[in-house]
């Protein structure tokens, strides 16, 4: 398959993952390094996500249908943001102490 058509089976994943962590689904483990309770988007269950295993206990996952599926693109979206909120933080107490 070309990369233009998985890129494009890709992207309704993404963007599904975006929402996840919009309407705030996506719940790291306290203690747990890289893993996260993340909802389904219909509310009607939850999936633990293990970032350094690259698994999630979804359906679609376990079934081999979707790799990666949304809720892991969304765990690593959380983690993301939490990396860029901290890099942006420090930035504005580096700046505040200049």
């Known amino acids: ?3 233009k058509e998985r890129l494009l089976g890709f992207l309704p994943r993404l963007e ?4 996840l962590l919009a309407q705030g ?3 790291p ?10 909802e ?4 009607k269950g939850r999936y633990l996500v293990d970032l350094e295993a690259e698994t999630c206990t979804c359906p679609a996952f376990a079934q081999g249908r979707t790799r990666p599926c949304k809720h892991l693109i969304a765990a690593v979206l959380h ?6 909120a901290l890099r942006e933080r420090e930035r504005v107490a580096v700046q505040a102490v200049a």
């Open 29 to 38: 483990v306290l203690g747990k390094e890289g893993l996260f309770v993340v």
């Open 25 to 27: 689904k996506v719940h």
């Open 79 to 84: 983690e993301y943001e939490g990396k860029k």
């Open 40 to 43: 389904s988007q219909e509310g």
């Open 16 to 19: 599904k993952a975006q929402a």
């Open 1 to 3: 398959m070309r990369f």
